[in-house]
């Protein structure tokens, strides 16, 4: 198992670590940085502050209840929807490929691309504020027309966003 250090295209460090699990088997894996807990102590007390300024103005307790109701809602879906911390691509070479993202919620969500579904593997490029990022794509063939594309499936995207 090897594990090589990066930065994403914003600066964050990156992780990748490749293991082979057999002579048709290899997995790759991504893991960027866990959640800060200072971001999340500025951002909370940012809103805090807000709310406890709207309350004053306001003297209306709903606006803090809202605020904290509000702050927690948003931190979950942030947690369980949003913030990645680990992907990984499993490569079986005559079964497929088994796309895994694991959340900083503890969430996981597996897709299965058959190999009888991949056209081709390729490099894609993409311009985001003044940068050209380059990413890793699968093509997946279409059913109606076999040299034709169905889809582009982006892979280890927490390594472009980050």
């Given at each position: 198992?090897a594990?090589?250090?990066?930065?994403?295209a914003?600066?964050?460090?990156l992780?990748?670590?490749c293991r082979?699990h057999s002579?048709?088997?290899r997995?790759l894996?991504?893991?960027?940085p866990r959640?800060?807990?200072?971001?999340?102590s500025?951002?909370?007390s940012?809103?805090?502050?807000a709310a406890y300024?709207l309350?004053?103005?306001?003297?209306?307790?709903?606006v803090?209840s809202?605020?904290?109701f509000?702050?927690?809602?948003?931190?979950?879906?942030?947690?369980?929807?949003?913030?990645?911390?680990q992907?990984?691509?499993?490569?079986?070479?005559?079964l497929g490929i088994q796309?895994?993202?694991?959340?900083?919620?503890?969430k996981?969500s597996?897709?299965?691309?058959e190999m009888?579904?991949?056209?081709?593997v390729?490099i894609n490029?993409a311009?985001?504020?003044?940068k050209?990022i380059?990413?890793?794509?699968i093509?997946?063939?279409?059913?109606?027309d076999?040299q034709g594309v169905?889809?582009?499936?982006?892979?280890?995207q927490?390594?472009?966003?980050?």
């Amino acid at each position: 198992m090897a594990e090589r250090r990066y930065r994403s295209a914003s600066g964050a460090p990156l992780a990748l670590r490749c293991r082979q699990h057999s002579a048709s088997c290899r997995e790759l894996a991504v893991r960027c940085p866990r959640l800060q807990l200072r971001s999340l102590s500025a951002v909370t007390s940012a809103v805090w502050l807000a709310a406890y300024g709207l309350f004053v103005l306001c003297e209306n307790s709903v606006v803090l209840s809202a605020a904290i109701f509000l702050m927690l809602i948003g931190l979950i879906i942030y947690l369980h929807c949003v913030k990645i911390d680990q992907e990984s691509l499993l490569v079986i070479g005559s079964l497929g490929i088994q796309l895994t993202s694991s959340y900083a919620s503890g969430k996981e969500s597996t897709t299965f691309i058959e190999m009888s579904q991949v056209k081709d593997v390729v490099i894609n490029e993409a311009i985001h504020m003044q940068k050209v990022i380059y990413y890793l794509c699968i093509l997946l063939r279409d059913p109606q027309d076999p040299q034709g594309v169905s889809e582009v499936v982006p892979l280890f995207q927490v390594s472009v966003t980050e």
